[in-house]
Nanobody, 122 residues
Framework: QVQLVESGGGLVQAGESLRLSCAAS????????IGWFRQAPGKEREFVAH????????AYADSVRGRFTISRDNAKNTVYLQMNSLKAEDTAVYYC???????????????WGKGTLVTVSS
């Protein structure tokens, strides 16, 4: 059982930055691909970014590519999401998720965190 805890959310102005963290409870975390997803009020949960177990492979949603960067530190059992140039439409609850798959989708997640709220004011 892998427990994921997100942190780093908050209220920022448009154009500012935040860094989210996803900390895992188990060393086996390093064998999982990790994804970030977000869910805005009244909308479905959507993919934001994911990173392979080694950190060598990453992918991003078109809406965040060039502004967000995902990274991981397996020694600390932690994955990060650096979010720059934030926009009002980035406002959502952000969730991290662990999967043994090559890529992370909502269909193959093994573990979800409880989420952290990001609010971007315009």
């Amino acid at each position: 059982q892998v427990q994921l805890v997100e942190s780093g959310g908050g209220l920022v102005q448009a154009g500012e930055s935040l860094r989210l963290s996803c900390a895992a409870s188990e060393r086996t975390f390093r064998t999982y691909a990790i994804g970030w997803f977000r869910q805005a009020p009244g909308k479905e949960r959507e993919f934001v970014a994911h990173i392979s177990w080694s950190g060598g492979g990453t992918a991003y949603a078109d809406s965040v590519r060039g502004r967000f960067t995902i990274s991981r530190d397996n020694a600390k059992n932690t994955v990060y999401l650096q979010m720059n140039s934030l926009k009002a439409e980035d406002t959502a609850v952000y969730y991290c998720a662990a999967s043994l798959g090559v890529v992370v989708t909502t269909l193959n997640v093994d573990y979800w965190g409880k989420g952290t709220l990001v609010t971007v004011s315009s």
